[in-house]
């Protein structure tokens, strides 16, 4: 077999390029595309010598876990951790409270909007700092909880900011003129209220029923199925309630005991639901920083050479990923499920990547030891 570290006056910068293959291929990939290269170049095939060799060059340096260029280019696109996360947020958050302050002087000012502008925009990036930060593992789930409660107290000052400035500027102005006295219109008759009370018996055994198919389904563990049966119910219960008060007489106080207890059981279960998707989260968190500190661990044994330690970590990492994924089927909002399911796929697609290459170290140790 060829050794390019025999041949020292053939340089290949970008082994990846040479190949026609991306950053990080499989093993399978690679021989393919060496393959077709090298057949395309051969001598013997009415190929360039040195191409061909420089052929031969790429796959054994990519073979020896030597990417060149591209592994350099692959690094830079990858996010780095910050040295210091947590100080970083704090900075930040003293960055948004001193736009705050300023904004709330120059309520009266002629350039509010540039000053509340800017507050807005360094609100949002520190709510964007906060979930990547979380998102990436860089900071603790308590940090998280404690810059997200900066972050809620800094929305309300910044609504009492823009309701001060709309107060200061309606002091400002001078009073309307006085309007001109209206005609007087001769009474219209009353509106008839709209619906029956059969109708209103209708939605609120409908709502009931609705309610008993969402306790079933809680029950049977389908939180998703139940959290659309419980919505559905709410609604048919407020429609025909809104119909009940609109009605009025003494049908809506001898329905009233029964429809308080049925919206009862409804706002129960609904908050139960609700608690159950926070909680689902949380538990989704905690797996995926398990699976990373499992993907961590492993990287390490490869980087050592120990190819069974980092199969045996690569096992576990696979145990909390599948786990992660499992709460993330619980998760109500639909934003939140999306972002967890895309850093699901990125912790798989590592696994994968770093069994190919245990894998690989364990084959080349059965064939030395061989």
Known sequence: ?????????????????????PYGSDSGTIKRAFRARAFAT?????????????VNTAYQMILAGDWGEAAEVHRKKQPRKP??????????????????????????DADFDKYLEKAEKSLRAFAQEITKY????????RAETRFYEHFNVLGNKYNSVVA??????AARKPPPPPSPPRRQEPLREKRRPVGNWSRVMELLQKSES??????????MQDF??????????????????????????????????????????????????????????????????????????????VRRGSARAALKSLGAATQFAATARAWTDEIQDMKVRERRLVLARQIE???QQLKLEADDILFEMRQRQG
């Not at 050794?3 to 053939?10: G, K, R």
């Open 1 to 21: 077999m060829f050794d390019y570290l025999a041949n020292p006056e053939i340089v290949v910068r970008d082994p990846a390029k040479v190949l026609g293959i």
């Open 42 to 54: 051969h001598p013997d095939r009415g190929g360039d010598p040195e191409e061909f060799l420089e």
């Open 83 to 108: 040295k210091a996360p947590v100080a970083n947020l704090n900075a930040m958050l003293s960055r948004v409270r001193s736009s705050l302050g300023m904004a709330n002087r120059m309520v009266l």
């Open 134 to 141: 979380a998102d990436n593992g860089w900071i603790s789930r």
């Open 164 to 169: 001060a400035h709309k107060q200061a500027v």
């Open 210 to 219: 609705t309610y008993n198919s969402a306790a079933e389904l809680n029950d």
């Open 224 to 301: 998703e199925g139940a959290q659309r049966k419980i919505e559905q119910a709410y609604s048919e219960f407020g429609a025909g309630w809104g119909m009940a008060r609109n009605l009025g007489g003494v049908e809506l106080d001898s329905i009233k005991p029964s429809a308080q207890s049925l919206f009862g059981l409804i706002k129960k279960l609904r908050s139960a639901l609700e608690r159950k998707s926070s909680d689902a989260i949380g538990e989704n968190r905690k797996a995926h920083e398990a699976a990373r500190r499992k993907l961590r661990s492993a990287y390490a044994s």
């Open 349 to 351: 697609n590592e696994i």
